[in-house]
């Protein structure tokens, strides 16, 4: 199990490093990047962003055993957050590139800050939705390996299954026991 946990605190350092470099690098130069380098300037803290949660969530657990449960809640959170930011941006990137490359058409400098802003606001919005449902409630919990935070299964209800896997919109609203 440590070999694992040094495997992966190694490959999080590096991917940390580069990803800040890649990024810290590039943000003075924001306004003088094309649309494509801007979401890869984000694409990059947002990796940064996510990596650094995933090495804290290590930490916590071989560190402090006790505050697992509380780390996890806060984690899965920000891991949800870091991860789904990526992949929207990333597919505007690819959407930016389809119609720059497919489709020969000019893409305005602004449209590149305003799909982060509005994808940034999507996320965070989705990502609120399990603080709603409840904060008590013991969804999450450190996987057994000690490297993230995950689902905890077998402590949960079969509304509460179906509402993480499936539906989370369907269930935030409905009288469901995670409220």
């Known amino acids: 199990m440590d070999a694992i946990r040094l495997v992966s605190a190694i490959i999080d350092t590096l991917s940390i490093v580069l990803n800040t470099a890649t990024a810290f690098a590039n943000l003075p130069y924001l306004r003088k990047l094309p649309p494509s380098s801007f979401l890869i300037v984000f694409i990059c803290l947002c990796d940064a962003f996510h990596t650094l949660n995933d090495v804290i ?105 179906s509402c993480t896997r499936t539906r989370p919109f369907a269930c935030a609203w409905s009288k469901s026991p995670l409220k």
């Open 57 to 161: 969530t290590v930490c916590a657990h071989v560190l402090i055993p006790d505050a697992t449960k509380s780390v996890c809640k806060t984690t899965a959170i920000l891991s949800t957050l870091g991860g789904m930011s990526s992949i929207l941006l990333c597919t505007g990137l690819i959407l930016f590139r389809y119609l720059v490359i497919i489709h020969e058409i000019s893409i305005p400098f602004w449209f590149a800050p305003s799909y982060t802003a509005v994808s940034f606001f999507i996320i965070l919005a989705l990502v609120s939705i399990p603080v709603f449902l409840s904060a008590t409630n013991e969804t999450y919990g450190v996987h057994p390996t000690g490297l993230i935070c995950t689902v905890v299964w077998y402590k949960t209800d079969a509304v509460t299954r």
